[in-house]
């Protein structure tokens, strides 16, 4: 039996996937999800109607990029994309962390904010759902999914009162990605690390195909074009665990990290707050809301606002976990980068020990 990929190019962490399975060379065959595929024969696996879902070659169902990551580099040690060294093995989390939750409102803005992006959303999405059916009602598929999709912009801050903040931090850090991947293949040297799959969610299924952000955003930036391509269709002779010598970290990439720890780490403590509060009276075991009140942060020139969602939590906890489990001479050397980009306040971030089920986390 060949493993299968269920997903949809468009979709944010299919595109993680994607690049992943293709960088390990791991055969699959890449099917686009229909509704009776969605709404049973996923719903009925995974208990959710998600994509991607990953179906192995001996018939188990997995849901979620980063557990189907973890399995896979378990079953397929070649060609790792976690480094060995501390520094690094860290940062891939933190850097995965970051790209899947941090860039969901830039994806989701750059998506449904311009009208033009829409021609390829209702042609993908309503074709994959309704394959045999007239346009007309692929169309209205398509639609009924968008305004589903939609009504999640408020939650990660997509709002019109945000979009010229949105827009110039956009701006900014393409800006450092673009000078980074001028002089590096890939986050940390020559081959792509965990880290490189988190961050080529948003660039993959939104920035990068999307006609709107495609031409805007990533056009006129070629050596960031040029990493989107290498992550989406990797040489199949390409260098594997090519990563810099001595756990060394790119003077490049230091701008990017100190953002990290001065924005996003704001944030996943302000989803903490909220996390902490609520536990005593909620019922263990019990999955956590899916988004809590708004938590805000210095973001540019202004205050970001945006929902808790403590999905995140769970997220940075792999991070914390990948730290916890070294030795103690690994931590110092960790502690020592950190101080360097302003982030050893993620080493002493108390989160409770929560656990995923589906799209939600409970705590233990």
């Given amino acids: 039996m060949k493993a299968t990929l269920y997903g949809w190019h468009l979709s944010y962490f299919t595109g993680k996937v994607l690049c992943y399975l293709r960088y390990k060379q791991i055969p699959f065959d890449d099917q686009a999800v229909n509704l009776v595929t969605l709404a049973w024969r996923i719903k009925r696996r995974t208990g959710e109607l998600v994509m991607p879902v990953f179906v192995t ?30 520094v690094q093995r860290f940062l891939a989390y933190l850097l995965e962390a970051w790209g899947d939750e941090w860039w969901v409102p830039v994806a989701m803005h750059t998506r449904w904010t311009y009208a033009e992006n829409y021609a390829l959303f209702e042609r993908e999405a309503g074709a994959s759902l309704l394959p045999h059916s007239p346009a007309f009602v692929q169309r209205l598929a398509a639609a009924k999914v968008a305004k589903g999709l939609r009504g ?11 979009f010229e903040l949105l827009d110039a931090w956009t701006v900014d850090m393409l800006d450092l990605l673009e000078r980074h991947f001028e002089h590096q293949q890939f986050l940390f040297g020559a081959s792509p690390s965990l880290g490189d799959f988190g961050l080529v969610g948003t660039m993959y299924g939104h920035l990068g195909r999307d006609p709107w952000p495609a031409r805007e955003l990533v056009g006129p930036r070629p050596h960031l074009r040029a990493w989107i391509d290498r992550m989406a269709l990797p040489r199949p002779d390409a260098k594997h665990c090519a990563w810099h010598d001595g756990d060394q970290v790119a003077p490049t990439l230091w701008p990017i990290l100190r953002r990290i720890c ?6 996943v403590e302000g989803i903490n707050r909220q996390v902490t509060v609520l536990l005593p009276q909620w019922q263990k075991g019990k999955v ?3 988004r809590l009140d708004d938590v805000e942060l210095r973001l540019g020139d202004g205050i970001f606002r945006r929902a808790a969602l403590p999905y995140t939590l769970w997220m940075v906890q792999r991070a914390l976990d990948c730290y916890r489990a070294m030795t103690l001479d690994e931590q110092e050397k960790v502690r020592e980068f950190l101080a360097t980009v302003g982030g050893t306040d993620w080493l002493i971030l108390e989160l409770p020990r929560l656990q995923r089920r589906g799209l939600r986390v409970f705590c233990e």
């Fill in 288 to 290: 956590l809301p899916r």
């Fill in 57 to 86: 070659a001996e018939g188990e169902w997995l849901q979620d990029s980063s557990h189907i990551i973890d399995r896979m580099e378990a079953a397929h040690p070649a060609r790792p994309v976690m480094p060995a060294t501390p």
């Fill in 152 to 162: 999640y912009l408020p939650a990660v801050g997509v709002r019109p009162e945000q």
């Fill in 262 to 267: 001065s924005e996003f780490l704001p944030l």
